[in-house]
């Protein structure tokens, strides 16, 4: 995304209201992946907002308002002239990824001509799904993958970030998935499953895996091991399929989930067990990373007594490209004390 790579060092100062009512206070706000963050003055996030779903209050008026949803739950009243600039630039560049209102309709309205033919028909929740699945944008599915990272944050705590550590962990993004991912590396306190994928390429990694790592290897197994588990799964699907019918109709036809259901699965994917990926997939994913299976498979015997049966190792004996330079790995193992 051009517009978002020009501004993702940019940093302003602004005012933030947690809800229309709360008084005013001090923070600073940054770009993120396709995201805008909210911290306090000791770097403490507050608050990551969906850039796709940001919404101004006021057209031309400073300081600039906005709000991150609809009902305005939150507002944040920005000054710098560059900082407004940046967020009109980019909400314009991710609105023309969006499909066009024209093109929505005429999907709507093949949706509906498809419900009125194939209803009673068995299969026909898995053909709305498939349907809705190919017109969902990536804009979209982040918004939904962070939302459901915001609810998961009750329990495992706010996403630990800095400025270096954030970038510690794009970089290892692309180490991983390859320079043009849109995959994000979200670091939290505390998550059972080690690392989990959740709708719009985001990852979501246990700081323990980090702490506890010698070797940046260990950590890119399980990211991997992460990803692996969804190569025929996408978590979306997973997530239409079990709230059925409705839920796909309603983000076809309106581009939202209600907010509950969001919650509930969030809560449902970090209290379950870390799927496990096929022994296959994830050998090859590893091998294509240039990744070892070692460090992955001794820290995953440490934490279940099972260690994976990956097959052969492509990379035994082989030279092992750079994962993340010591001063990366330091910064990333350490973004949840800073």
Not at 222 to 229: D, M, V, Y
Not at 233 to 252: C, S, V
Not at 279 to 299: E, K, S, V
């Amino acid at each position: 995304m051009t517009a978002l790579d020009r501004y993702v060092r940019l940093e302003s100062d602004a005012l933030w209201r947690a809800s229309p009512d709360a008084q005013r206070r001090d923070v600073t706000i940054a770009f993120g992946d396709a995201t805008l963050v909210i911290t306090d003055s000791a770097e403490r996030p507050l608050a990551h907002w969906s850039l796709p779903a940001l919404i101004r209050q006021n057209t031309t008026d400073t300081p600039a308002i906005y709000a991150p949803d609809e009902a305005a739950s939150e507002l944040l009243e920005i000054s710098d002239p560059m900082m407004i600039e940046a967020i009109e630039e980019v909400s314009k560049a991710l609105a023309k990824s969006r499909p066009q209102p024209g093109k929505l309709r005429h999907r709507l309205t093949a949706g509906l001509i498809t419900i009125t033919i194939l209803l009673g028909v068995f299969w026909l929740p898995n053909a709305l799904t498939r349907q809705t699945l190919a017109v969902v944008p990536l804009p979209k599915r982040i918004e939904i993958g962070t939302a459901m990272l915001g609810h998961m944050q009750i329990k495992t705590g706010q996403a630990c970030l800095s400025r270096h550590g954030s970038s510690a962990a794009r970089r290892l993004a692309q180490r991983l998935f390859g320079p043009e991912t849109t995959a994000q590396i979200i670091i939290v306190p505390s998550l059972n499953q080690a690392a989990l994928a959740l709708p719009g390429g985001l990852i979501v990694v246990d700081a323990g895996i980090l702490r506890f790592s010698d070797d940046p290897a260990t950590a890119a197994g399980f990211i991997l091991a992460s990803r692996a588990a969804i190569v025929h799964a996408d978590p979306l699907e997973n997530l239409l399929t079990q709230e059925g019918l409705g839920t796909t109709f309603r983000l076809l036809t309106t581009g939202s989930i209600p907010d509950d259901i969001l919650n509930q699965n969030a809560q449902n994917l970090i209290t379950a067990q870390a799927p496990i990926p096929n022994a296959d997939t994830l050998r090859d994913m590893l091998a294509a990373a240039q990744i070892p299976q070692g460090p992955y498979r001794a820290a995953t015997d440490r934490r279940s007594g099972n260690t994976p049966d990956l097959g052969t190792d492509p990379m035994a004996g082989q030279q092992v490209p750079l994962i993340l330079n010591d001063s990366d790995w330091v910064t990333l193992r350490n973004i949840c004390n800073s």
